[in-house]
């Protein structure tokens, strides 16, 4: 079966699940790639890849704004910013998934990327071994071709090997254990917790140096966050993140990298590091900016009062005058204003839903029988409660609130919704 597998994995495409980029793959014409050696460092370690002079814009709203970036070997950057500040855009080109407007991307020769989306999507028919295994498809597609006796077998197998080919099979087997994946289990069967673990292997199973995530601790529960630490941790690679979680950040990151108006600033340490330099560094350009607006309104009543266009003086005045105004104008504030007025409904009833003996089942991901997710649940939701539902992935929280929100039903059981 696994050989049959190894056929159909090299056919697969990943788009969309994990793209991996290594040295063979071109760059879109548009963004400069050099192989050579870096001059960037950052600190005593060479740069694996440098971004300088990016732009990036979706309409007149600029994301990159000559935008430049170094990653340094066994670095764990959290990207963090505002939402919609252009965050994921800069991962994926960072990862080459995509490209910039415009800018200039260099690489180290040989560096091995692997790109986990926020959301993966997944062969929902596919095992779990046959997922993991795509993301080695380019490797099996060498394979294939060597075993079909296409192109020069010697080159073949030089490249098979510099990858680690041949023991395929061993390498998916080993990341499903260390993931603590069924490899029989079908996608379909699977909680959102199990399928970005998934997605998580598919990247860990190329071996990449380095990892770029988005959003990865989204459908994980405590435990599993917990083990994805120790995970990242232990990597020998270097990884770049996006996280709203800041004990995540605080537990893995080595530098925060914030992305502001366009521009990305570093910041070193973890997140609560950041927040202390960035109070420091808020303080001093609120006073920057209050002297040069101090400054303005006293040469805005000096020109009013009429002056001696004959004057060097004067003119001097009048030139670091229009330089304040363009300077003014420049500068693009932090923070918008939003007023924002929703419509509001009459309020519910006092019972918002109740539960009463009720039971939901779902076929089991190893294919032996159903397994129970929801066994004689009962209880009653009010206008006002306020719930946390916890537990570890599969186990079914997503579950209980489709059945309270009556987007499935019980098995067994009644559902009163108010």
Same mark, same amino acid.
């Given at each position: 079966?696994?050989?049959?597998?190894?056929t159909?994995?090299?056919?697969?495409?990943?788009?969309?699940?994990?793209?991996?980029?290594?040295?063979?793959r071109?760059?879109?014409?548009?963004?400069?790639?050099?192989?050579?050696?870096?001059?960037?460092?950052?600190?005593?370690?060479?740069?694996?890849?440098?971004?300088?002079?990016?732009?990036?814009?979706?309409?007149?709203?600029?994301?990159?704004?000559?935008?430049d970036?170094?990653?340094?070997?066994?670095?764990?950057?959290?990207?963090?910013?505002?939402?919609?500040?252009?965050?994921?855009?800069?991962l994926?080109?960072?990862a080459?998934?995509?490209?910039?407007?415009?800018?200039?991307l260099?690489?180290?020769?040989?560096?091995?990327?692997?790109?986990?989306?926020?959301?993966?999507?997944?062969?929902?028919?596919?095992?779990?071994?046959?997922?993991?295994?795509?993301?080695?498809?380019?490797?099996?597609?060498?394979?294939?071709?060597?075993?079909?006796?296409?192109?020069?077998?010697?080159?073949?197998?030089?490249?098979?090997?510099?990858?680690?080919?041949?023991?395929?099979?061993?390498?998916?087997?080993?990341?499903?254990?260390?993931?603590?994946?069924? !490899?029989?289990? =079908? @996608? /379909?069967? *699977?909680?959102?917790?199990?399928r970005? #673990?998934? &997605?998580?292997?598919? $990247? %860990?199973?190329?071996r990449?140096?380095?990892?770029?995530?988005?959003?990865?601790?989204?459908?994980?529960?405590?435990?599993?966050?917990?083990?994805?630490?120790?995970?990242?941790?232990?990597?020998?690679?270097?990884?770049?993140?996006?996280t709203?979680d800041?004990?995540?950040?605080?537990?893995?990151?080595?530098?925060?990298?914030?992305?502001?108006?366009?521009?990305?600033?570093?910041?070193?340490?973890?997140?609560?590091?950041y927040?202390?330099?960035?109070?420091?560094?808020?303080?001093?350009?609120?006073?920057v900016?209050?002297?040069?607006?101090?400054?303005?309104?006293?040469?805005?009543?000096?020109?009013?009062?009429?002056?001696?266009?004959?004057?060097?003086? !004067?003119?001097? =005045? @009048? /030139?670091? *005058?229009?330089?304040?105004?363009?300077? #003014?104008? &420049?500068?693009?504030? $932090? %923070?918008?204003?939003?007023?924002?007025?929703?419509?509001?409904?009459?309020?519910?009833?006092?019972?918002?839903?109740e539960?009463t003996?009720?039971?939901?089942?779902?076929?089991?991901?190893?294919?032996?029988?159903?397994?129970?997710?929801?066994?004689?649940f009962?209880?009653?939701?009010?206008?006002?409660?306020?719930?946390?539902?916890?537990?570890?992935?599969?186990?079914?929280?997503?579950?209980l609130?489709?059945?309270?929100?009556?987007?499935i039903?019980?098995?067994?059981?009644?559902?009163?919704?108010?």
């Open positions: 079966m696994q050989q049959q597998v190894m159909d994995m090299a056919t697969m495409s990943t788009v969309g699940v994990v793209a991996v980029e290594g040295a063979r071109p760059y879109p014409s548009r963004v400069i790639t050099s192989s050579a050696n870096l001059d960037c460092r950052e600190g005593e370690n060479m740069a694996l890849l440098t971004l300088s002079d990016a732009q990036l814009a979706f309409g007149h709203v600029p994301l990159l704004d000559h935008t970036f170094a990653l340094a070997a066994a670095e764990r950057v959290g990207l963090i910013g505002r939402n919609g500040a252009g965050k994921s855009s800069l994926k080109i960072l080459g998934v995509e490209k910039p407007d415009d800018g200039t260099q690489v180290q020769q040989g560096l091995l990327r692997a790109y986990v989306p926020q959301e993966p999507v997944l062969e929902a028919e596919s095992t779990v071994f046959e997922s993991v295994s795509s993301g080695l498809g380019a490797v099996l597609a060498l394979i294939e071709s060597y075993a079909d006796g296409r192109g020069d077998l010697d080159t073949l197998q030089r490249e098979i090997e510099a990858q680690d080919g041949w023991n395929w099979q061993r390498r998916v087997e080993e990341t499903l254990h260390r993931l603590h994946l069924p !490899a029989n289990a =079908r @996608i /379909t069967t *699977l909680s959102g917790g199990m970005k #673990r998934v &997605a998580l292997a598919q $990247a %860990l199973v190329t990449p140096d380095v990892l770029f995530l988005d959003e990865p601790t989204n459908h994980l529960d405590l435990d599993a966050i917990d083990w994805l630490e120790e995970l990242l941790l232990d990597f020998k690679g270097s990884v770049v993140t996006i709203h800041r004990a995540f950040l605080d537990r893995i990151a080595t530098r925060i990298v914030e992305l502001d108006r366009g521009q990305l600033r570093g910041y070193p340490g973890n997140f609560s590091r927040q202390v330099l960035k109070d420091e560094q808020s303080a001093y350009e609120s006073v900016s209050a002297k040069a607006d101090k400054l303005l309104a006293q040469e805005e009543v000096w020109v009013r009062k009429g002056v001696e266009a004959r004057r060097t003086r !004067a003119q001097g =005045r @009048i /030139t670091r *005058l229009e330089r304040l105004r363009s300077n #003014r104008a &420049a500068r693009r504030e $932090a %923070l918008g204003r939003v007023k924002l007025e929703v419509a509001t409904g009459l309020p519910s009833g006092k019972i918002v839903a539960l003996e009720v039971s939901k089942s779902f076929a089991d991901p190893s294919g032996e029988g159903v397994r129970s997710v929801v066994s004689d009962s209880a009653t939701l009010l206008r006002g409660d306020k719930v946390g539902v916890v537990g570890p992935n599969g186990a079914g929280k997503t579950t609130l489709k059945l309270i929100l009556g987007e039903e019980p098995d067994a059981g009644s559902v009163r919704r108010g």
